[in-house]
């Protein structure tokens, strides 16, 4: 009796661990297919002597790049004469995460952006959204082909 119930058990253990062999067998022919350049993907499976079973998964590719992650700190000096609002800022930037190819900061109010300027700075300008009317500053800091990008940018806007 104990030695058919014996039989049972390794006969029941041989059954699952073929089950996840074949598993695993389709899950690395599919991975093989793959070229050296695409994604793939293994599974691993065992079963020990006393029945208890691990399945290991596998995953290899290029990860997804992260997106831009920043915060800004702008502090503003107001000049009113009697002709004119003019307004120097000075706009600290840092990049927490991604590679920052284009800023973007909202806009309030009707005032009109004379100068951005700053160390690390390529490009900008002052966007429309046709839709909505809001208004954007875009900043396009000078990157280096193969370099993550400026960590921190520290910017000077004159507006009026």
């Known amino acids: ?13 041989l059954c699952v661990k073929n089950q996840l062999l074949c598993l695993a067998t389709v899950f690395l022919l599919g991975g093989v297919a793959t070229s050296q350049n695409q994604p ?3 599974v691993q499976a065992s079963v020990g002597e006393i029945g208890a079973g691990t399945v290991s998964l596998t995953a290899k590719g290029v990860l997804p790049k992260p997106p831009l992650f920043f915060n800004a700190t702008a502090n503003a000096k ?11 800022i000075a706009l600290a930037i840092k990049v927490l995460q991604g590679r920052p190819e284009v800023i973007t900061l909202g ?6 952006i004379k100068s951005v300027t700053g160390t690390g700075l390529a490009d900008w300008a002052v966007r429309k959204d046709v ?7 875009d900043l396009v800091p000078k990157l280096v082909k193969g370099k993550p990008g400026p960590v921190a940018l520290n910017l000077t806007i004159k507006a009026q």
């Open 78 to 88: 107001v000049r009113v004469t009697a002709s004119a609002v003019n307004h120097d």
């Open 40 to 42: 793939t993907a293994g």
């Open 131 to 137: 839709a909505t009317g809001k208004r954007f500053l």
């Open 1 to 13: 009796m104990i030695k058919n119930s014996m039989n049972l058990i390794c006969s029941r253990i």
């Open 107 to 112: 806009l309030e109010g009707a005032g009109e």
